[in-house]
């Protein structure tokens, strides 16, 4: 199993600041199977970006990804009031697929 | 509206049973692989269980293998997840995904809450 370790753990941050989120992998991970979720308080995960790098649907162009092998980062360009939330990246290559812990951005 | 609806969650003792059911809509149902994934209270999220759009995998998380069974019926657009044995720990949050290959898990449901108590 490929065991995802998010850090930090918690983000403090004023708006309009850069937030860098890690995740770091116990073993290699495809690039083409790595993405990264926003969930808001009472709703479901969103997909933020997948395979590493590639925004999804109707993403702000705020939110990027990039790495490979085990050293992954999801980078919030400037952050806005609504991404004062958590995130979590997973990989998805194959069974199990895994989440990391979460990381929270919050407001400094 | 490409949408996933889930249903079925309840409070239940520990050791009973219980069917969750994921209805789908506004896209090519059995095209698509479909996960459950879950989330504790105050928790991060949990892979659960896949099956393949065509219905012939099925994988399981350890935590959950053995109890819990994942299928589908392509004819009604619906995921089921059938939960036995369960326990205190399996209280949770509990979404439909879909398995969108190199796009990873694009479309989910709202949820449906799932509590073990006695």
């Known amino acids: 199993e490929i065991v995802l370790t998010q850090s930090p753990g918690t983000l403090s941050l004023s708006p309009g600041e850069r937030a860098t989120l890690s995740c770091r992998a116990s073993?290699?991970?495809?690039?083409?199977?790595l993405a990264w979720y926003q969930q808001k308080p009472g709703q479901a995960p969103r997909l933020l970006i997948y395979?590493?790098?590639s925004r999804a649907t109707g993403i702000p162009d705020r939110f990027s990804g990039s790495g490979s092998g085990t050293d992954f980062t999801l980078t919030i360009s400037r952050l806005e009031p609504e991404d004062f939330v958590v995130y979590y990246c997973?990989?998805?290559?194959?069974?199990?697929?895994?989440f990391g812990q979460g990381t929270k951005v919050e407001i400094k | 509206q490409v949408q996933l609806v889930e249903s079925g969650g309840d409070v239940v003792q520990p050791g009973r049973s219980l069917r969750l059911s994921c209805a789908a809509s506004?896209?090519?149902?059995?095209?698509?692989?479909m996960h459950w994934v879950r989330q504790a209270p105050g928790k991060g999220l949990e892979w659960v269980a896949v099956?393949?759009?065509?219905?012939?995998?099925?994988y399981y998380a350890d935590s959950v293998k053995g109890r819990f069974t994942i299928s589908r019926d392509n004819s009604k657009n619906t995921l089921y997840l059938q939960m036995n044995s369960l326990r205190v720990e399996d209280t949770a949050i509990y979404y439909c995904?879909?398995?969108?290959?190199?796009?990873?898990?694009?479309?989910w449901g709202q949820g449906t809450m799932v509590t073990v108590s006695s």
């Open positions: 995904a879909t398995d969108g290959g190199a796009d990873a898990f694009r479309i």
């Open positions: 506004g896209f090519t149902f059995s095209s698509y692989g």
């Open positions: 073993q290699s991970v495809s690039s083409s199977y």
């Open positions: 099956i393949w759009g065509d219905g012939s995998n099925k």
């Open positions: 395979a590493t790098s």
């Open positions: 997973q990989q998805y290559n194959s069974s199990p697929w895994t």
